[in-house]
């Protein structure tokens, strides 16, 4: 009788755009990982980033790719593991170039990099697309469009996989399909199969967010205490033929993994646990099983699913304007009373002075600012920042609330200092949904 199959063992090197590179290189290191993916793509980062390719037709990937690929290229290849990620954004090609450029100049030659495209569907879907969740469509949204982009599944990276590929490189790849594609890979399961697509898809969600299963995000004081959460590691699926699979970390890493971070994590995002839509499968974890087999063990079972949705969701990206903030601080007696009166100040200089009818919003932070709307206020604090805010599509509507918030120095009240401001774009994010054979996903190998 044949041995069973050993575990395939998959680490998240990141679980979003700007995560620490520093646990993924612990994986790699000593985590004896077969795959190690790097999921660092949201709904507003492929729309920045689809600007950036606008003003840098160079550009439009991660950009830590590069600080990231130069540390753990030379790791995974001496631990033969293979990265998979959606690093490359709106602009995959010109990521999976780096990667080649990186890999020939650390001497890593002949690693086989696969670049996948045809997540950009601009050129296919019409403007008269009905919104997928509000009234409407597209045209009424009424901004410039940015980018669109579909949610590619496992059935895009497979192919990579069976081409051999060291580092797969994608745009909108979905976050469980890159878990559930070397998965499906690795054991032959078959595309048809619902009911273990809803199992690689469970550990791909219970994995794709990094330090969210492992403590991280999970953290709070006095209610869920976490050891060491400054050195929290990275989490690694230890997942067998059937689809059962242990979550759990590096022994010497921080943080924990317990029933309560996969539980978590379980819920997060998923709206109905029993039809939770991906490329790949209506994954069904509502009868999903969560035992802790050991310290930092924890054992997930009896995730199931259904046919595949015959349609793709995407993420369609429109420039929003521009986003400004600017505050100042008052200190010593007296500080909330100054702070309240410059809050007032620049609210009224905006409004009457200036005319500017953009959204804006005025904090005094350290004196419940945050639940100023509530009717709540502390008294009498000493140390206060009044904090304002403005989101525009004229970027001189923002220049002036920079200009006069920063005049306060000199204008008054007494006291004030510190004077911080900033200027940053803005997108916003809708969706709709398109024909699934209507997005045809194309694919390269480029040797290094």
Known sequence: MAAPARPYRIGTGAGFSSDRLGPALDLVRDGRLD???????????????????????????????????????????????????????????????KTVEIARALGLTGLKVACIEGDDVSAIVPMSTPLYDEPGTLADVGLQLVGMNAYLGADAVLPALEAGADVVIGGRLADPSMFLAPLMHHFGWRADDAALAGAGTLVGHLMECGMQVTGGYFADPGVKEVDRLADC?????????????????????????????????????????????TPDVTADFSRVRVEEIARDRVRVSQASGRERPASLKVTVGFDDGWHGEAGVSYAGPGAQGRGELAARIIEERIRKAHAVAADLRVDVIGASSLFATAGLKAQAA?????????????????????????????????????????ITPCVMTKSVLVPREKVRPTLEVMIA
Request: charged share 25%.
């Open 233 to 277: 590691g990275f989490p690694i699926a230890e997942v067998a033929a059937d689809g059962t699979a242990v979550i759990t970390k590096l022994e010497a890493a921080g943080g924990c993994v317990t029933p309560a971070t996969v539980k978590e994590q379980l819920l997060y995002e998923v709206h109905d646990p029993a039809r939770y839509l």
């Open 35 to 97: 795959c190690l993916v790097l999921e660092c793509l949201g709904e507003r980062t492929v729309a920045f980033a689809h600007r950036d390719k606008r003003a840098d037709p160079a550009k439009g990937y991660n950009a830590h790719l590069e600080k990231r690929l130069k540390q753990l290229l030379p790791l995974c290849r001496a631990k033969g593991t293979r990265i998979i990620t959606n690093m490359g954004a709106a602009n995959p090609r010109a990521a999976a170039l």
């Open 382 to 422: 000493q140390d206060v920042r009044v904090h304002a805010a403005m989101r525009s599509r004229n970027r001189e509507d923002i220049e002036t609330l920079l200009w006069e918030v920063e005049s306060l120095l000199c204008c008054g009240p007494a006291g004030g200092g510190g004077y911080r401001g900033a």
